[in-house]
């Protein structure tokens, strides 16, 4: 009797099991996501900076040093490059460094603005979530980094272009997705190869020197997020969502680029503008160092197949492939 009073095993049908397999694929995918920013918590927790005390905002600017590497400067090759004094290219490069600084303030705002509207109802527990906001608290030091820097080495306030600003709030509004992390990625990368040459550069004033290697050490992990959560938007995209978001990716980068150092620069550097703009639209140079501070960034967007030939051009007319 003892027998008949013994549940019989539940049945599993073959739709049921499929069911479970598939929660239990979602849950180990969700968990190997999970992974990359649990990493990128941890190397934030153990190597962060604190602009406020790590930079010398003290000590008086010292002109006889460079505000970046000449090299990277927008005249440096041309006629009027040669004609320049030391003093006169030195001016030149601080307030290039200011301006680009400037710019970079100005993404990185935009960077949080859709970085929050990207996890605003996602669950704040998860180390996704925990990392953009840890990400966002980065940027905004790094804003504020730069705007010191910039005061510091003589700069007005340099801004993008009134129709490139208005530009920047439709993007960060409407972008989302593969789209916004593409874009962030492609400004952080162009940033941060020029800035391992200037962290590096003894010509470079040393303050600047500071704050470019804090920016390249917290930005490493920002570049690393970004490409793994546009690798992950983009896992099984179709032909037409990648080629609208190609095109988006490279109209934004275009803007980005062509707006790092403000068409001012070279005034406030003690030059004649209009000379130094013409000499600087044709300077190979400077295309030359902008293309191969991007091999990297097109191979990763050849490798995600956001290359394509609308995209090139954009991406050609701002000399970066």
């Known amino acids: 009797m003892a027998g008949s009073t013994a549940r019989p095993e539940p049945r599993t049908t073959g739709r049921q099991t499929q069911t479970a397999g598939r929660a239990q694929d979602r849950k180990r995918d969700r968990n190997q996501d999970q992974g990359v920013t649990r990493r990128l918590l941890a190397s934030s927790a153990t190597l962060s900076y604190d602009p406020a005390v790590e930079v010398d905002w003290e000590t008086p600017l010292d002109k006889d040093f460079h505000g970046a590497s000449p090299e990277w400067s927008t005249l440096y090759g041309t006629a009027y490059w040669r004609e320049m004094t030391e003093e006169q290219r030195r001016e030149l490069t601080r307030q290039e460094a200011a301006s680009v600084a400037s710019t970079g303030i100005w993404f990185e705002m935009i960077l949080q603005q859709m970085v929050l509207r990207d996890i605003y109802a996602k669950d704040p527990t998860s180390p996704d979530f925990q990392w953009a906001l840890t990400e966002i608290a980065e940027e905004c030091r790094h804003s504020i980094m730069f705007a010191r820097g910039a005061h510091k080495l003589g700069a007005p306030a340099y801004r993008p272009r009134r129709a490139v600003l208005e530009l920047g709030r439709a993007f960060k509004t409407l972008a989302f997705g593969e789209a916004a992390y593409a874009a962030i990625l492609v400004a952080e990368e162009v940033l941060d190869v020029m800035q391992r040459d200037w962290m590096r550069d003894e010509r470079v004033v040393p303050f600047v020197r ?112």
């Open 210 to 321: 500071t704050i470019n290697n804090i920016h390249v050490v917290e930005e490493s992990r920002h570049m690393k997020f970004a490409r793994d959560e546009t690798r992950k938007r983009l896992a099984g995209a179709g032909w037409l969502r990648r080629q609208l978001n190609a095109f988006v990716v490279a109209v934004a980068s275009y803007f980005i680029v062509t707006s790092m150092v403000n068409r001012e620069v070279y005034a406030h550097a003690g030059l004649d503008r209009d000379r130094a703009l013409a000499e600087a639209r044709a300077n190979e140079h400077h295309k030359a160092m902008m293309r191969s501070s991007c091999a990297g960034l097109m191979d990763f967007l050849a490798s995600v197949r956001l290359l394509t030939k609308p995209a090139l051009a954009f991406y050609k007319r701002a000399h970066l492939i």
